[in-house]
C-alpha cells in the first residue's frame, strides 16, 4: 500500500511539474512571438464570422478612414506605420467601435494584429475628462501585459491625456487611494486585489473588459477563476473582448463564460505543405559522422541560411560549439532553453538580420518561431515527442512553407541508428512524400 502511495504522489509531483513547464513554455513563446515580430503575417484565408444577430448587417472597413476616429488616434495609427486594417481588424474593428459596442471572440494565430485591435478600441472609448478606470485589460503574465502596454503607449502618443497603469505584482499603491488612469493592464491576480480586496479600481465604471492570449491564460491554475470573479464585478453594459491564437474546447468553454453574447470572428492558420521542399536524409553509423556530414553539407551550400535543430543534450550543443570553431569567420548562433526569452528573441533577431548564417536550435525554444527566409533546414535529430515517436507536427513546421509565399526549400534529415530510420520512414509514410538518400562525400546533387 505504501508504494502505492509512493507511486501516486510521485505521479502527481510529475503531473504538476510537467502543468508549470508546459505553461511556462506557453506564455514564454508567446512572449518571443511578440518580440521578434514587427510585421503582421501573411495569411490568406478568408475570416469566419459569426454574428450575435445573424440578420445585422456586417460591416468591414478596407481603411482606418472608414472607422471616424479620434485624429489623434488616427495620427497614432499611421505613426505606427500601418496603412490599412490587417484582415481580422477589417471585421473585429467596426464590431468593438461599433454605438452600443459589442461584445467579442477573436481567434487568430499570433501577429494577425489582434492586439492592435484591442487597443484602438480601448483607447477610442475612454473619455480622458474622467479621471478614473474605464478599461482593464488582463494579460497572463507582467512580460505579455508590459508588451500590450507598449502598444498602448505607441498608438496613443498623439492622445497623452489618457493614461495607463499596470496592475502587476510588485506595483504597491498606497492604501485607500484611487487610480486615476484610465486604462489598467495586469495580470488577474492582482486586478483582482485592485478591484475587490484593494478598491483601487470601481469596477462598476469600467466600459471595456478585455481578455488577451486566453489560451495561455487557462494554462495556469488560477487565471480561469480570478477572471471569471473579475467580469462578475463588471456592470451589464460592459463589453467583454477576449482573444486567444487557438481554440480548443476549454478556450472555447472558457470564453462563453467571460463574454455573453459574444460575435465570433475566427482567422484560420495558414496550411504549412511540404510541397515546396526537396527532402533528404543522411545516413550515418554514429554521432562523430552525423558530425562531419554537417561539415561536409555546410561546406557545399555555403550561400544559404541555416538552421540546424538539435536535441537539448549537451554533448549535441559541444559538438556543435566545435564545429562553430572548425568554421573560422563563420558566425553560427546558438539558441537554447536555458536563455532568457529577451536572449532568445536577441539571438533570432540577428539571425534574421543576417547576422549569422547559421542558427543552432535545440527543441524547446523552436516551436512557434517562424524564420521565412531559411532556405535549408537541417534535423541533426529527429523530432520524437516523449514516447519516442515521430512527432510530424514538429517535422512539418520545421520545414514547411505557407502556401503560396512558400519559397523553395531544402530539408536534411541525419539518421544514425535503426531506430532513427524508423522514425524517418514514419514520418515519410505519414506524410506521403518521398524523403531521398543523399551521399555527404558527393553533393552535387542538391544544388
Ligand atoms: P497579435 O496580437 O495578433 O499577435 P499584433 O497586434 O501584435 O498581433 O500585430 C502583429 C504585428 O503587426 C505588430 O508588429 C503590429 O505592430 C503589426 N500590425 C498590427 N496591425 C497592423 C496593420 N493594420 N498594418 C500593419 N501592421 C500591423
Not at 518571443?32 to 515580430?37: E, G, H, M, S, T
Request: aromatic letters at 8%.
Amino acid at each position: 500500500a505504501a508504494e502505492s502511495v509512493n507511486r501516486n504522489l510521485r505521479n502527481t509531483i510529475l503531473q504538476l511539474f510537467f502543468l508549470f513547464f508546459s505553461q511556462e513554455d506557453k506564455a514564454a513563446q508567446s512572449l518571443l512571438n511578440k518580440l521578434i515580430r514587427n510585421n503582421l503575417v501573411n495569411n490568406t484565408n478568408q475570416v469566419e464570422v459569426l454574428q450575435k444577430d445573424p440578420n445585422s448587417p456586417l460591416y468591414s472597413v478596407k481603411s482606418f478612414e472608414e472607422l471616424r476616429l479620434k485624429p489623434q488616434l488616427l495620427q497614432g495609427v499611421y505613426g505606427m506605420g500601418f496603412n490599412r486594417p490587417s484582415k481580422i481588424q477589417e471585421t473585429a474593428l467596426p464590431m468593438m467601435l461599433a454605438e452600443p459596442p459589442q461584445n467579442l471572440i477573436a481567434q487568430s494565430q499570433s501577429g494577425t494584429g489582434k492586439t492592435a485591435a484591442f487597443v484602438l478600441a480601448m483607447l477610442s472609448h475612454v473619455d480622458p475628462n474622467n479621471r478614473y478606470p474605464q478599461c482593464l485589460c488582463v494579460s497572463p503574465t507582467y512580460e505579455l501585459a508590459l508588451q500590450t502596454g507598449k502598444v498602448i503607449e505607441q498608438m496613443g502618443k498623439h492622445y497623452p491625456e489618457v493614461r495607463l497603469v499596470y496592475a502587476i505584482r510588485g506595483n504597491k499603491l498606497q492604501r485607500g487611494s484611487k487610480l486615476q488612469e484610465q486604462i489598467v493592464i495586469g495580470t488577474p491576480g492582482t486586478m483582482l486585489d485592485w478591484c475587490s480586496k484593494f478598491k483601487f479600481i470601481d469596477p462598476k465604471k469600467i466600459k471595456v473588459f478585455v481578455l488577451d492570449e486566453a489560451d495561455v491564460m487557462i494554462a495556469t491554475q488560477g487565471h480561469q477563476d480570478q477572471s471569471i470573479r473579475i467580469q462578475r464585478m463588471l456592470p451589464k453594459n460592459c463589453q467583454m473582448l477576449l482573444f486567444s491564437a487557438t481554440f480548443e474546447e476549454t478556450v472555447w468553454n472558457f470564453a462563453q463564460r467571460i463574454v455573453p453574447d459574444p460575435n465570433i470572428i475566427k482567422l484560420k492558420r495558414e496550411e504549412e505543405t511540404l510541397d515546396t521542399i526537396k527532402q533528404y536524409y543522411v545516413l550515418c553509423n554514429s554521432k562523430e559522422e552525423k558530425f562531419q556530414a554537417l561539415c561536409n553539407i555546410y561546406g557545399a551550400i555555403t550561400i544559404a541560411q541555416a538552421m540546424i535543430f538539435c536535441h537539448v543534450n549537451k554533448a549535441t550543443i559541444s559538438y556543435l560549439a566545435l564545429w562553430e570553431l572548425s568554421r573560422e569567420g563563420h558566425q553560427v548562433a546558438l539558441l537554447s532553453g536555458e536563455m532568457q526569452v529577451e536572449q532568445r528573441a536577441a539571438v533570432i533577431e540577428r539571425f534574421r538580420d543576417g547576422k549569422e548564417k547559421v542558427l543552432v536550435t535545440t527543441n524547446v525554444c523552436a516551436r512557434g518561431i517562424d524564420v521565412e527566409q531559411v532556405s535549408v533546414v537541417i534535423n541533426f535529430d529527429l523530432p520524437v515527442d516523449k514516447d519516442g515517436n515521430p512527432d510530424n507536427e514538429t517535422y512539418l513546421h520545421r520545414i514547411g512553407r505557407t502556401g503560396r509565399f512558400g519559397k523553395r526549400g531544402l530539408a536534411i534529415n541525419m539518421v544514425d541508428s535503426k531506430m532513427s530510420m524508423n522514425i524517418l520512414n514514419r514520418i515519410q509514410e505519414h506524410f506521403n512524400k518521398k524523403i531521398e538518400k543523399l551521399d555527404t562525400d558527393d553533393l552535387d546533387e542538391i544544388e
